[in-house]
């Protein structure tokens, strides 16, 4: 167990030297969230088969729904590991995060972005949900000051709503 908390912890600060020499940059956005279910990822279910989901609207309308980002990959929330601020914000997640061990590594979330401004990759930190990576684009996501951050349930979405924060952006 020492020897993989070494390897993990090494790997945290390697990370921390890699983003530190990346170029970093503070901006202010509106940052929206969204959720898997129809009426933000624009899907609805058949008529006859209504187990199955196509898209509603756009240039792929009628076409069966993936649930997949613009890029290819499932959307996730963001999670913090055992080994970050959360853990020493939040001493008793500790034991949690030991025993569930898909909890001891953190996982950046997705975010959908305008990807003429930020490309595929793009790492930002958004305060209050944290680091996400830019995996979707957005039908309503249009320059440089808009961000739309995933969230697993709709609740949690409209919760979130429609903020203007300050936010760190880490280019590819």
Not at 48 to 59: C, D, E, H, I, N
Not at 71 to 95: E, I, N, Y
């Amino acid at each position: 167990m020492a020897r993989a908390a070494r390897a993990i912890v090494l790997a945290a600060s390697l990370f921390t030297l890699a983003t530190g020499c990346a170029h970093v940059e503070h901006r202010r956005m509106v940052v929206t969230a969204y959720d898997p279910g129809g009426e933000s990822c624009g899907w609805q279910r058949g008529r006859l088969l209504f187990w199955r989901k196509y898209v509603s609207a756009g240039p792929r309308k009628g076409e069966r729904y993936t649930g997949r980002t613009a890029s290819g990959t499932k959307p996730k929330t963001p999670r913090p590991g055992l080994f970050s601020w959360d853990t020493v914000r939040h001493p008793w997640m500790a034991p949690v995060r030991l025993v569930f061990f898909w909890n001891l590594l953190p996982r950046a979330g997705t975010i959908a972005a305008d990807t003429r401004y930020y490309p595929f990759g793009t790492r930002i930190y958004v305060p209050g949900w944290g680091w996400g990576v830019v995996e979707d684009r957005g039908g309503a996501i249009k320059g440089p000051a808009h961000i739309d951050l995933f969230f697993s349930s709709r609740r949690q979405a409209l919760a979130w709503g429609r903020q203007r924060l300050t936010v760190k952006v880490v280019a590819p």
